[in-house]
């Protein structure tokens, strides 16, 4: 078993930043694909970014390009999403997930664990 636990949500003002961090421990491996997903309240999880074990590979959403940024930390079994320019549509709760399989994408069934979140609150 693998248990994600995210931490650095909060209240932040438009414009502002934040950095969540997803740490992993238990069976971890730094092969496992992670990702991080947000949901806001009545609509779907939606992908936002995943990155490769090796961390050379990186993908994030259409709506977060250029403004997200998705690292890992191997050495720390630590996965961090660095949000710069928050917008208030970008209030949800905070994900992130473990994939087994060693690959990343927007499909929520691919990922085998997930932290119980974080929120993030982006005031206009």
């Known amino acids: 078993q693998v248990q994600l636990v995210e931490s650095g949500g909060g209240l932040v003002q438009a414009g502002g930043s934040l950095r969540l961090s997803c740490a992993a421990s238990?069976?971890?491996?730094?092969?496992?694909?992670m990702a991080w997903f947000r949901q806001a309240p009545r609509k779907e999880r939606e992908f936002v970014a995943g990155i490769s074990w090796t961390g050379r590979s990186a993908n994030s959403a259409n709506s977060v390009e250029g403004r997200f940024t998705i690292s890992r930390d191997n050495a720390k079994n630590t996965v961090y999403l660095q949000m710069n320019s928050l917008k208030p549509e970008d209030t949800a709760v905070y994900f992130c997930?473990?994939?087994?399989?060693?690959?990343?994408?927007?499909?929520?069934?691919?990922?085998?664990?997930w932290g119980q979140g974080t929120q993030v609150i982006v005031s206009s």
């Open positions: 238990g069976r971890t491996s730094s092969t496992y694909a």
């Open positions: 997930a473990a994939s087994v399989s060693g690959y990343y994408d927007s499909v929520t069934s691919r990922y085998n664990y």
